[in-house]
């Protein structure tokens, strides 16, 4: 077992998965502005200090991808950010795209940039602590969206970014996000998914990833926000088995969803469905932003200082997680 497998395997066995704590300070303005609150640096630290504090953490939560102000914050009782996380046995990850910028002579699509120094900025990293790293392509999605240009660029900067973080001796999480935004059909939002991550696969294989040392993390299929049809739990199962089946090589040790605007309970209960129905040999977990962290953010909100509501209310969304990553979850515990 080569190192980076083992890493890839410490953050997403046993039902563990993935808390993406990695909003870039403009992203975390908006959801702290949303709840009332000041988005100061301190008030950042404060929230994600007291998530990564949380009981949970050592039970459920296998990695937390951090942003770059947070990787080199300390916390209030001394500790680094990587060493509060590492105590409680997850490992420290860090995004390390610097965003989508729209996409020359496809100006309504996207491109993922951050490639240039980003083998010193991995150093640096490493040095911090950092053992994973996240890079997000972004897909927009109609008949004629995301376009051949779209799909092969966003692949090749997958590609060239996971070789470099490789080479760091660090494991990538491929993201890339054919977005929920429109009124598309599931089917749609299923061929287009295919083709994007066959086209990641293609790209990574010529840049020779080990698939052994990366964590895919993929959209499910669903149909578009807009769309007035909404398939059940099961069928999203089926369909984003199917899809990651026929386009993900069988080296890849494991898949952690996004959740991509799904409530925090729709996200529970189709990783639940995808868990209860998967035939493959891929760990099937959940790399969650919103759908991990939006109660506790209301609760905390409503007073910065209760830390233990906060964290009571992180501690059930993460355990809800969890069980659905073993395919045991139901409602009735969502509930209880
Ligand atoms: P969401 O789960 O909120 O989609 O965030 C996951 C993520 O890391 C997006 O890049």
Redesign the pocket.
């Given at each position: 077992m080569s190192e980076l497998n083992k890493i890839a395997l410490k953050i997403i066995s046993n039902g563990k998965g993935i808390l993406?704590a990695?909003e870039s300070n403009g992203t975390m303005t908006k959801r702290l502005t949303a709840v009332g609150v000041n988005s100061s640096p301190e008030n950042r630290l404060k929230f994600r200090e007291t998530l990564f504090s949380s009981e949970c953490m050592k039970e459920c939560i296998g990695g937390v991808?951090l942003y770059d102000e947070t990787i080199n914050q300390i916390t209030s009782f001394g500790k680094t950010i990587p060493d509060l996380i590492s105590s409680s046995g997850a490992v420290p990850g860090i995004k390390v795209d610097t965003g989508a910028k729209d996409l020359a002579s496809s100006p309504e699509e996207k491109i993922t940039e951050g490639l240039d120094g980003l083998r010193e900025r991995l150093k640096k990293y490493y040095e911090l602590g950092a053992r994973f790293t996240?890079w997000?392509g972004v897909y927009k999605i109609s008949e004629k969206f995301p376009s051949k240009l779209a799909i092969y660029s966003n692949a090749h900067a997958l590609a060239r970014y996971s070789a470099l973080v490789q080479e760091s001796k660090m494991v990538p999480i491929v993201?890339p996000?054919v977005l929920m935004d429109g009124d598309h059909s599931f089917e749609l939002c299923l061929k287009k998914t295919s083709e994007v991550i066959k086209k990641c696969f293609e790209e990574l294989i010529l840049h020779n990833v080990d698939l052994s040392g990366i964590i895919l993390?993929p959209n499910m299929i669903l149909d578009g926000n807009k769309s007035k049809d909404k398939i059940s739990s099961e069928e999203v199962s089926q369909k984003t088995i199917e899809c990651l089946k026929d386009s993900v090589p069988s080296d890849v040790p494991g898949i952690a969803f996004?959740?991509?605007?799904q409530s925090e309970v729709e996200?529970a209960e189709n990783l639940n469905s995808i868990n209860k129905n998967n035939n493959t040999n891929f760990i099937m977990t959940y790399?969650?932003?919103?759908?991990?962290q939006q109660s506790a953010l209301s609760v905390w909100s409503k007073n910065i200082n209760d830390t233990l509501s906060t964290q009571n209310t992180f501690n059930h969304r993460a355990k809800m997680c969890t069980l659905a990553a073993k395919g045991k979850w139901s409602n009735k515990l969502e509930n209880k």
């Open positions: 993406a990695d991808i996240k997000r993201e996000e993390k996004l959740s991509g605007g996200a790399s969650y932003g919103r759908a991990l």
